[in-house]
C-alpha cells in the first residue's frame, strides 16, 4: 500500500515512448492528469497478488520444513 505510488511512477516510466523521462516530471504528469489518487491505481489487483504470494510462500516453506525435518529425523526404532 505505502509503495503503490512508487511503483504507480516505475510502471509509467517503463511504458512505450517514455524515454527521457525523470521521476519527478513522470510524478507532476500523473498529479495533473489524475490527482493525488492516481498514484493509486492498480493497488486492489497488487494487493491481491502480494496476499496471495505470501499465501504460497508460507505455506510452502512450511510443507517443505515438515518434509525435510520427518526425512532427517528418523523414528526410533
Known amino acids: 500500500m505505502f509503495n503503490n505510488p512508487i511503483d504507480v511512477i516505475k510502471t509509467k516510466m517503463q511504458g512505450v ?3 527521457g523521462l525523470t521521476v519527478t516530471s ?3 504528469y500523473i498529479m495533473e ?3 493525488p ?3 493509486y491505481s492498480g493497488v486492489i489487483p497488487r ?3 502480494v496476499v496471495l504470494d ?3 510462500t508460507f505455506s510452502l516453506f512450511h510443507s517443505i520444513k515438515r518434509a ?3 526425512f532427517l529425523v528418523k523414528p526410533k526404532e
Do not use: M
Open 47 to 49: 494487493l491481491s497478488r
Open 17 to 19: 515512448g517514455s524515454e
Open 54 to 56: 505470501a499465501a504460497l
Open 26 to 28: 513522470t510524478a507532476k
Open 37 to 39: 489518487l492516481g498514484f
Open 68 to 70: 525435510v525435518t520427518n
Open 33 to 35: 492528469t489524475r490527482g
